[in-house]
């Protein structure tokens, strides 16, 4: 019999943390330079790993110190974040199917540590008619684990590592998720998905405001999706 989308166990949930440590090793970097940034932009150390343990989101949370200040603009700053940050709402969208039968209060509990890495890797084996679950759970512990600890590590040595992207550290997020869509169905349709999305993402990144690219072009890509359907799928 078949396991249920909504059932998690301890012994899955460990494995998944273990699977994503590598990736989470590379996250913990990042976090070291976000430690180092938001204490050269004037934060304490509680608020700066505060906030990487309740926001838990990198790329907004650096945005959030090039605004932050004397006097913070509300307004600019909560519209960065939610720009940044909205392709939680496509995230969240894909995995309903499997999550609508989870109690509400578990279904949010579970989705807090959703990021890109772990989504990506829990999408496939959905889609190949597995549970992903534990890889959403356990996965995103990993993730935000690593993300939290390297912040606080940040704030004594993130002197050692003030730029990873001059060392090239920022490809490696990319990378596991071009390996994510590597591992997933090929076929002409799901071809063309994405080459409309980075197309329409490329032209996004181009003409409009900063960080809106990421949303257009997955709205591009899924409304492809959504208007040429699978073979079968009514």
Known sequence: MARSYSELSYQDTWYAFKE???VAAFVAIFGLAFGLAAVQTGLDGLTTVLMSATVFAGASQFATLELWGEHVPVV???ATVFFINARHILMGA???PWFKDIPVLKRYQYL???SDANWAKAIIKYNQGKSGLADIVGGGLALWLMWTVGTWLGLYF????QNPRALGLDMVMYCFLLTMVLGGPKDF????????SAIV?????????DNMH???GALSGGLVGLFWKERGTK
């Open 20 to 22: 994503m440590l590598p």
């Open 76 to 78: 600019p700053l909560i």
């Open 94 to 96: 894909s995995v309903y």
């Open 112 to 114: 807090v540590v959703i």
């Open 158 to 161: 993130g002197y050692l590592i």
């Open 189 to 196: 349709r799901i071809v063309v998905i994405w080459l409309v």
């Open 201 to 209: 993402a490329v032209l996004a990144y181009w003409y409009l405001p």
């Open 214 to 216: 990421v949303v257009v």
